[in-house]
């Protein structure tokens, strides 16, 4: 059974850098995770997405360890902006009928 | 560009009833899938539309069907409204690679069944 699990929260402070695990099991080598923020209200919005070691864009990393059996995202330089719900997405077996999301980790940024 | 708009934004419905909610995609867009977000069961996968045809299919029981016209525009209907079916029913659309999993939301229609 696919299970994706995530932390319920996390606190930070501006300009510190945060990372968000996602847990995920059986993953397969060209499975690929996808995150996405979301702000009250209002649907998610894409971060990154990969299924290699490394992924890096404008505003963030994804970082994918050699078992596969977790992720992280990594906000450098987080700002009170960035307060939302991030939530992990699987596709389990490459297909897009296995899309499965983690349970979000509310990320709250203090000042 | 406009984005992912949907219909109606907020809809109250009786147990029995069926509902039709609106999704249109972004320009271009050829892919739409629904998503179902409670409290309780977190955001979840409902099914996926392509080129007017499901492509995937999430766990949800037949009640729960969908469908897509040429414009790429879909539409997500829920027979024998239950309960457990209030939500926010979340629609999203994409280019339809099959190797992105970039999506654009749209701000989701909350369903109400008493």
């Known amino acids: 059974l696919a299970k994706t699990t995530q932390p319920i929260s996390m606190d930070s402070y501006e300009g510190q850098e945060v990372n968000i695990t996602c847990s995920h099991n059986n993953i397969a080598t060209n499975d690929y995770i996808t995150w996405y923020q979301q702000f009250p209200s209002q649907g998610p919005r894409f971060i990154i997405q990969?299924?290699?070691t490394k992924v890096t864009n404008e505003v963030a990393s994804l970082f994918i360890p050699a078992d596969r059996k977790s992720s992280t995202l990594s906000l450098p330089r987080v700002s009170l902006s960035d307060t939302a719900v991030y939530y992990c997405?699987?596709?389990?077996?490459?297909?897009?009928?296995?899309?499965?999301f983690g349970g979000g980790t509310r990320l709250m940024v203090k000042p | 560009k406009a984005g992912v708009t949907q219909t109606p934004r907020y809809l109250i419905k009786t147990r029995g009833q069926q509902v039709t909610l609106s999704c249109s995609p972004i320009?271009?867009?050829?892919?739409v899938s629904w998503y179902q977000q409670t409290p309780g069961q977190g955001l979840q996968f409902l099914f996926e539309?392509?080129?007017?045809?499901?492509?995937n299919k999430g766990n949800f029981p037949g009640r729960f069907s969908g469908r897509q016209f040429s414009n790429s525009r879909s539409e997500m209907n829920v027979s024998t409204l239950e309960l457990g079916d209030s939500a926010l029913y979340l629609c999203?659309?994409?280019?339809?690679?099959?190797?992105?999993?970039?999506?654009?939301f749209g701000p989701g229609t909350r369903l109400t069944v008493t």
């Open positions: 997405l699987v596709d389990y077996n490459n297909a897009g009928n296995m899309l499965t």
């Open positions: 320009s271009g867009h050829r892919s």
């Open positions: 999203a659309s994409s280019s339809g690679s099959l190797d992105s999993y970039e999506q654009y």
């Open positions: 539309y392509f080129s007017e045809t499901q492509r």
């Open positions: 990969g299924y290699k």
